[in-house]
């Protein structure tokens, strides 16, 4: 009596860890561009409650708004670079070949800084104001771009 032994039949299985594989990266890619989007839809928020409070710093020239214009700024700026906020001036660049995150923070501080001296300043005029204010949210949006 002899024995037929057939060799198994392989079912075409698809390979799990390939398959895996691509729904991790569609899975990444999704979270990747809502979080992207929530990013912008945050930022134009922020920049239009930073304009609103510009514009009534540029019209009262009162130190108290200077004050809530400053802390807002820096709040955002601590919110989304952490505390990396202490840093020198420093000449570096990314790979890029663009200055790093940290001198354009360090711009922002400087930016503000010159802001309150004009405002301090008894002949500061709100067209200069509100440059200083332009100058800022652009070195923001500048900055997140």
């Given at each position: 009596?002899?024995?037929?032994?057939?060799?198994?039949?392989?079912?075409?299985?698809?390979?799990?860890?390939?398959?895996?594989?691509?729904?991790?990266?569609?899975?990444?890619?999704?979270?990747?561009?809502?979080?992207?989007?929530?990013?912008?839809?945050?930022?134009?928020?922020?920049?239009?409650?930073?304009?609103?409070?510009?514009?009534?710093?540029?019209?009262?020239?009162?130190?108290?708004?200077?004050?809530?214009?400053?802390?807002?700024?820096?709040?955002?700026?601590?919110?989304?670079?952490?505390?990396?906020?202490?840093?020198?001036?420093?000449?570096?660049?990314?790979?890029?070949?663009?200055?790093?995150v940290m001198a354009?923070?360090?711009?922002?501080?400087?930016?503000?800084?010159?802001?309150?001296?004009?405002?301090?300043?008894?002949?500061?005029?709100?067209?200069?104001?509100?440059?200083?204010?332009?100058?800022?949210?652009?070195?923001?949006?500048?900055?997140?771009?």
């Amino acid at each position: 009596m002899s024995i037929r032994i057939d060799a198994p039949h392989k079912s075409p299985t698809p390979n799990l860890d390939s398959q895996s594989s691509l729904d991790r990266s569609s899975e990444f890619s999704g979270i990747l561009s809502q979080t992207q989007k929530i990013q912008r839809i945050e930022l134009q928020s922020f920049l239009q409650r930073l304009g609103t409070q510009g514009k009534k710093l540029s019209e009262t020239l009162s130190l108290r708004d200077l004050k809530d214009f400053r802390d807002m700024v820096k709040s955002f700026l601590r919110s989304t670079f952490g505390q990396s906020r202490k840093m020198q001036d420093e000449s570096s660049w990314d790979s890029q070949g663009r200055p790093k995150v940290m001198a354009r923070i360090a711009k922002i501080d400087h930016a503000l800084d010159e802001l309150g001296k004009q405002l301090l300043d008894q002949q500061a005029k709100p067209l200069e104001v509100l440059t200083k204010i332009d100058e800022i949210r652009g070195l923001i949006v500048d900055l997140l771009a």
